[in-house]
């Protein structure tokens, strides 16, 4: 490959905030500043005339599941269901339109509706005969056929309450099995289509037993596309020779991901210290593994210097993942676990003084701003769950950075859309005050964090500066602004004299800049 020079552009480059060109050569950027020093090393290079777009590191997503996003966008989306009535009529319509074949539906939620989810008997009156999967939003409870439960081997039931827990591991894994090669790998295309529209080069594929299963994963590793893919496996080992079968049986990168310690809020299964105030029949919620089944697998996973994680949300949940990591560094010291780079997903509800152990133990989060914007505030999801006190408290992400925890953003996609200028934007302006963090900071969460969470350390991925991977996204922008810390009066700077790159401006409900290029290493994967 010869040298590109992109001329005319802003650049977002710690070292040249003023940059206009940016060189490219074998993959890799070799030149970021002035134009004219750009033209004089690089006289025969292919020139990119960028008419004053924005250029930025380009964005990698935490936290995936490819196809499962892929079959919301290919399939039946149910997020802009606002009755239990509703749905049942996008269920009909979908059914109608696709005469055969599993029905999978993800997005519909009942937190705010008039009215109760369609019951069983109402789905199979809609979709005779056929094997329905509804997805509530969260992806931790579903609704189903009464085809669909005898598959997974449940008895049958007329009324509608959604499946929760085991029950609902096994109506997703039945539904999963039933899924054809051709609807799999059309929803895999449409994912990785996705996300390098807008401007991701690498996500973090979630994978696990219950999630999407081994052969999904195995097929996803193998399907060709521009987008990279870093697997995550979420099962549980006890040795370090049951860490190396599982990698090798899955293809997997790491023993992280959703390996679950509990569920969601929004499912009443995130486990808690206290119980849930909106309903008292669900208690603390669920836990799936405690401390000591925890430390056997970062124990095992640190013996063989695999990256270990765990699916964690409530309170409950948090702390048996610090006593459990505790432990851990008293038996082999905190550098060893702080070289494997263990996550945290999620990591919702923690305290200062857990986030600096956690910080001090080198233990990234791997967080998602959109549950915020979705569900937090004095009114929303979170606080009718938990009470407005307990809310507040949550994805505290300003306390996690103060306490050396390194954050890395995702979407949990399809649970938020791939929107990654919109998780910057919530991050920065999160719904409870001092809990955000700067578009700087959460800029940085949502590139270079984001690559050191998936392994990669290198110091310069996730940046635009010579001897950094080519990896980046160009954008339609009407205004840059320079990034500023985050308080609670501004959060936008254009003081010049910062010497801070510029972002887009992002202030809530204004549009996200528009993505024209994205390229990894050196190639171009999408072009508007």
């Given at each position: 490959m010869g040298t590109q020079l992109l001329l005319g552009g802003r650049i977002y480059s710690s070292s040249s905030p003023d940059a206009t060109a940016m060189a490219v050569t074998d993959g890799q950027v070799v030149w970021v500043g002035a134009d004219e020093p750009a033209r004089a090393l690089?006289?025969?290079?292919?020139?990119?005339?960028?008419?004053?777009?924005?250029?930025?590191?380009?964005?990698?997503?935490?936290?995936?599941?490819?196809?499962?996003?892929?079959?919301?966008?290919t399939g039946l989306d149910l997020s802009g269901a606002r009755s239990g009535a509703q749905c049942l009529e996008l269920l009909r319509r979908y059914v109608a339109a696709e005469p055969t074949g599993v029905v999978w539906g993800h997005g519909w939620d009942d937190s705010g509706w008039p009215d109760s989810p369609p019951s069983v008997s109402e789905i199979d009156a809609a979709a005779p005969g056929r094997l329905v999967y509804l997805a509530r939003i969260d992806a931790h409870s579903a609704l189903c056929s009464s085809a669909l439960r005898a598959v997974a081997g449940l008895a049958p039931i007329a009324g509608s309450d959604p499946l929760r827990a085991d029950a609902h591991h096994e109506v997703r894994r039945a539904a999963l099995a039933a899924l054809d090669s051709a609807q799999r790998e059309r929803a895999r295309r449409a994912a990785l289509d996705e996300a390098a529209r807008r401007g991701i080069v690498a996500i973090h594929e979630c994978a696990g037993p219950v999630i999407s299963g081994a052969d999904d994963l195995r097929e996803l590793l193998a399907f060709e596309h521009g987008v990279q893919v870093r697997a995550n496996w979420g099962e549980r080992a006890e040795s370090a020779d049951e860490v190396r079968a599982l990698l090798d049986r899955t293809g997997a990168h790491a023993l992280a991901g959703d390996l679950f310690v509990d569920g969601s809020i929004g499912s009443h299964t995130a486990w808690l210290h206290q119980p849930y105030a909106d309903d008292a029949a669900h208690g603390c919620g669920n836990s799936?593994?405690?401390?000591?089944?925890?430390?056997?697998?970062?124990?095992?996973?640190?013996?063989?210097?695999?990256?270990?994680?765990?699916?964690?949300?409530?309170?409950?949940?948090m702390s048996a993942a610090v006593q459990a990591f505790g432990r851990v560094v008293a038996e082999v010291g905190g550098p060893a676990i702080a070289s494997c780079g263990h996550r945290l997903e999620h990591a919702e509800m923690i305290t200062t003084e857990q986030a600096a152990k956690l910080g001090a133990w080198g233990v990234i989060a791997s967080v998602q701003p959109g549950f915020d914007a979705a569900w937090g505030g004095p009114d929303g999801m979170y606080a009718a769950r938990l009470g407005a006190e307990r809310a507040a408290q949550l994805n505290p992400f300003a306390a996690m950075a103060s306490a050396g925890v390194s954050l890395a953003f995702g979407s949990d996609a399809p649970v938020t859309e791939l929107r990654p200028w919109a998780a910057v934007s919530a991050a920065a302006n999160h719904r409870t005050p001092g809990s955000g963090i700067s578009a700087r900071a959460a800029f940085a969460a949502a590139t270079r964090g984001a690559w050191r969470a998936g392994g990669v350390r290198d110091g310069v991925a996730g940046t635009l500066v010579p001897g950094a991977p080519a990896s980046y996204a160009?954008?339609?922008?009407?205004?840059?602004?320079?990034?500023?810390?985050?308080?609670?009066?501004?959060?936008?700077?254009?003081?010049?004299?910062s010497r801070v790159p510029a972002l887009p401006r992002l202030a809530t409900g204004e549009p996200e800049p528009r993505c024209l290029r994205t390229v990894h290493l050196g190639e171009t994967i999408h072009a508007a």
């Open positions: 690089h006289p025969d290079a292919e020139i990119v005339a960028l008419d004053g777009a924005f250029v930025a590191p380009a964005f990698v997503d935490a936290h995936v599941h490819t196809t499962a996003l892929g079959l919301k966008l799936y593994l405690d401390a000591d089944a925890m430390t056997a697998h970062i124990r095992a996973c640190t013996q063989a210097r695999v990256q270990a994680g765990f699916h964690v949300i409530g309170d409950a949940a160009i954008w339609d922008v009407d205004e840059l602004v320079i990034a500023a810390p985050a308080d609670s009066v501004q959060r936008w700077s254009t003081d010049p004299r």
